[in-house]
């Protein structure tokens, strides 16, 4: 038995002649099940994929389907014998079949393959060649089906440009300049393909059209797009010029400041560079939004879906570094998400919805703007989990988490957050996300009063970063051992205060150039406020300390710390409220601790209400960077304040 998905949906004996599979509802059913590759799908899914609005009879309808499809799939089974091909498991139904005997997994199989090694060829273009047509041809209207078509599409299109390289890269590849000319006359927008042309044209003796090519690609994305090529077309150009055969094999780079490239290239090589930190960091945002506003300008709105949700890079921290940058991100994913409208492709939605959630960070946004961030995470996971794509999922769970912090004392939710964007990563081969996972599960234990597991958590987190090529993990590990020897500085027999004020001073010169404004700004002086109050002293009032965005929080203990009581009382009646971000205990906690010096009640009262679900963690140990202590005893605090107690 054979089922091929590729074009029509039919299914082949090993004699070759066809199965009658009956009408279209039962070659969607079992092409849905071709899709889950031997997963169980449920009843309910399967009720909801076929049936915009299902009937009333629709359960009883799908078992029909599937008593039909056995029927026609094991005509020679004994009606007691149970089914082999199509099997009931628990509350669904799943296609056992080899993936050898599926024409979609036997493709994906063999591209996987061909990725690993050039040797594979051959049999991926006999698999490139068994396409007979858009995935699911039969199967236009249903959503999971369009989402299926988009996936394996990209994937069909991948396939064609590898195995054009290798054969490239083997001193073949002269008979492919039909098949890559008419490739690039339908796809213009992927950059690779225009200097795989020009290699097959220079590679049957057409040097003037291969040059030819370059300058069409680059005259296109000039006038379209308004970038210059990438690297890899102008070298090939440079090349091509100087009559040195165009280099084999090459890879995409970085090429420095102020070189302007494609769309899918800036992406691709800015999700690279994002974790470098300092410049590259910079760079990459920088270019990330270029090549959005680019691929907008073409009017091409699955390119342009594509382009902003390819920037998956995880994120660790609620305050944006570049909030404008930010804020243009999530405009021009809410305008392609309303473009598409609520029948485009899943996974492309998906995307959009993931990156509104992780580029919308809690601390810079309003009620109305927080509602709807974390409506996207809500509904990007909800589509990844559907959609059965770990590497999306782990990107929609990164939104998932920094839209976490909706009031205080959330760190254990968090931790669950991590530990299965740390299972995704592991089981699925994400290395970014398995560092995104360990420093997650790392600041929730830190929250937690965890020291030991989130050292674990540091260590795991510094050996990824070592292959991950992520320089920025030892900066922010480092400020946890700061923040650890801070806490362990209040102990018996402890590092004193000034080894932990040393330690935070080592961090913040470490992370001065990283590239992280969000981050930066304010920390130093607030991990100084911390160890101060750990130790009963009174804030730091070095006035060269840039106290950033916590000022507001941190101002009336500042003007405690001179006297200035009349001041300070002033300035506690301005706090407003803490934005829903790492550091909202934290700041409550100033508050609280303000309000009981300055004997103001209703303020200790209104502390303590938002310190109550806290009362379990640390203050500020939400960061994994710094730590004021247990809530639990400015909460004590501010509850005896607020009671009228001396």
Same mark, same amino acid.
């Not at 300049?177 to 992927?190: D, F, I, K, Q, T």
């Not at 946890?480 to 004193?496: I, Q, V, W």
């Not at 640390?618 to 202590?629: D, F, P, Y």
């Given at each position: ?484 020897? $801070?806490? +362990?500085?209040? =102990?018996? %027999?402890?590092?004193?205060? /000034?080894? &932990? !004020?040393? *330690?935070?001073?080592? @961090? #913040? ?85 303000? $309000?009981? +010096?300055?004997? =103001?009640? %209703?303020?200790?009262?209104? /502390?303590? &209400? !938002?310190? *109550?679900?806290?009362? @379990? #963690? ?29």
């Amino acid at each position: 038995m054979r089922i091929d998905v590729l074009g029509a949906v039919r299914a082949l004996r090993d004699d070759g002649s066809p199965v009658d599979l009956g009408g279209p509802r039962h070659r969607e059913v079992l092409a849905r099940l071709v899709a889950a590759e031997g997963r169980m799908v449920t009843t309910d899914t399967l009720v909801d994929d076929l049936w915009t609005d299902p009937p009333a009879r629709a359960l009883g309808a799908l078992r029909t389907f599937v008593a039909a499809l056995r029927r026609a799939l094991e005509p020679d089974r004994p009606p007691r014998d149970a089914p082999r091909v199509l099997v009931t498991e628990g509350p669904g139904y799943a296609l056992r079949l080899p993936r050898e005997d599926v024409d979609v997994h036997r493709f994906q199989d063999t591209l996987a393959r061909a990725r690993r090694d050039p040797g594979a060829v051959t049999d991926l273009g006999a698999a490139l060649a068994a396409w007979r047509g858009p995935a699911y041809a039969d199967v236009p209207g249903s959503a999971w089906a369009r989402r299926e078509r988009t996936r394996l599409e990209e994937l069909r299109l991948e396939g064609v440009e590898l195995r054009a390289r290798i054969l490239l890269d083997s001193g073949e590849g002269a008979d492919l300049v039909a098949a890559l000319g008419a490739h690039v006359a339908e796809h213009p927008w992927r950059e690779p393909a225009w200097g795989l042309l020009a290699r097959a044209l220079h590679r049957a003796g057409r040097q003037a059209d291969a040059l030819a090519t370059l300058r069409r690609a680059r005259a296109m994305l000039v006038d379209q797009l308004g970038l210059d090529p990438g690297t890899d077309l102008q070298r090939l150009e440079t090349d091509l010029l100087s009559g040195s055969a165009p280099p084999e094999g090459v890879r995409t780079a970085w090429a420095g400041p102020g070189v302007r490239l494609g769309p899918r290239t800036t992406v691709e090589l800015a999700r690279t560079l994002a974790l470098a930190g300092g410049d590259a960091l910079v760079h990459s945002r920088r270019d990330r939004l270029a090549a959005v506003q680019a691929a907008e300008r073409t009017g091409d709105l699955s390119l342009t879906a594509r382009i902003i949700g390819a920037y998956d890079v995880p994120a660790l921290w609620s305050r944006a570094d570049d909030p404008e940058q930010s804020r243009a991100v999530v405009a021009a994913a809410e305008r392609t998400l309303t473009a598409l409208g609520p029948g485009g492709p899943a996974d492309l939605s998906a995307r959009l919805l993931a990156t509104i959630a992780v580029e919308s960070r809690s601390a810079d946004l309003s009620g109305t703007e927080l509602e709807r961030a974390r409506q996207a995470a809500r509904q990007a996971e909800a589509l990844a989990r559907d959609l059965s794509d770990p590497a999306l999922l782990a990107f929609a769970l990164n939104g998932v988490f920094l839209q976490s912090f909706s009031r205080p004392g959330l760190a254990a939710v968090r931790d669950v957050i991590g530990a299965e964007i740390l299972d995704l990563a592991t089981r699925h081969g994400l290395p970014d996300f398995a560092v995104l996972g360990r420093l997650v599960r790392l600041q929730s234990a830190s929250a937690l009063g965890d020291l030991d597991a989130a050292t674990s958590h540091a260590e795991a987190a510094e050996q990824l970063a070592a292959t991950a090529e992520a320089p920025l993990v030892p900066v922010l590990t480092g400020w946890f051992r700061a923040r650890a020897t $801070a806490a +362990r500085s209040t =102990e018996p %027999g402890g590092p004193t205060a /000034a080894t &932990a !004020a040393a *330690r935070y001073r080592a @961090a #913040e010169d470490a992370l001065r150039t990283a590239g992280m404004p969000g981050l930066h700004r304010g920390l130093f002086p607030l991990a100084l406020l911390g160890l101060r109050l750990l130790h009963d002293r009174p804030a730091p009032t070095d006035p060269r300390l840039d106290w950033g965005p916590y000022r507001p929080w941190a101002r009336p203990l500042l003007l405690l710390a001179q006297d200035r009581i009349e001041e300070a009382r002033t300035a506690l009646a301005a706090v407003p409220e803490p934005p829903r971000d790492h550091m909202q205990e934290a700041l409550w906690c100033l508050t609280a601790r303000a $309000a009981v +010096r300055l004997g =103001e009640r %209703g303020t200790a009262a209104r /502390a303590a &209400a !938002a310190l *109550r679900e806290a009362r @379990a #963690e640390h203050a500020g140990a939400a960061s994994g960077m710094l730590t004021l202590g247990p809530v639990a005893r400015y909460l004590a605090e501010a509850e005896a304040c607020a009671a009228g107690a001396g």
